[in-house]
């Protein structure tokens, strides 16, 4: 056996009859892919801060501390502008939404 598998390949030991291992298999294929995380697309809430991230030829380029629709504070992180326009939102409308 190679040092490297896929743990999806992988089924439980069922016995000597070969006919519960297929059976078996097929339901632990359906639980495996019950169990995997699914993950929401993060949308953009409001803006809580901005800051210069580099200036080059007189373009300034900014990062902004983008709270996420139904995350935590705490989860906040920073964005560049083109990254929430790739997420369909504009800056001046998020910096509208902030207090």
Same mark, same amino acid.
């Given at each position: 056996?190679?040092?490297?598998?896929?743990?999806?390949?992988?089924?439980?030991?069922?016995? *000597?009859?070969?006919?519960?291992?297929?059976?078996? $298999?097929? =339901?632990?294929?359906?639980?495996?892919? =019950?169990? %995997?995380?699914?993950?929401?697309?993060? $949308?953009?809430? !409001?803006?809580? @801060?901005?800051?210069? %991230? =580099?200036?080059? !030829?007189? $373009? *300034?380029?900014?990062?902004?501390?983008? =709270?996420?629709?139904?995350?935590?504070?705490?989860?906040?992180?920073?964005? !560049?502008?083109?990254?929430? $326009?790739? %997420?369909?939102?504009?800056?001046?409308?998020?910096? @509208? !939404?902030?207090?």
């Amino acid at each position: 056996m190679p040092p490297i598998f896929n743990v999806a390949d992988l089924y439980r030991y069922a016995g *000597e009859n070969a006919d519960d291992i297929v059976g078996d $298999q097929e =339901k632990q294929e359906t639980d495996w892919v =019950k169990q %995997l995380p699914t993950s929401k697309e993060l $949308q953009p809430e !409001r803006i809580l @801060d901005k800051k210069l %991230l =580099k200036k080059t !030829r007189g $373009q *300034e380029y900014f990062q902004y501390l983008v =709270k996420w629709k139904d995350q935590p504070l705490a989860d906040a992180t920073w964005v !560049r502008d083109d990254i929430l $326009q790739k %997420l369909g939102n504009s800056v001046e409308e998020l910096m @509208d !939404r902030s207090p």
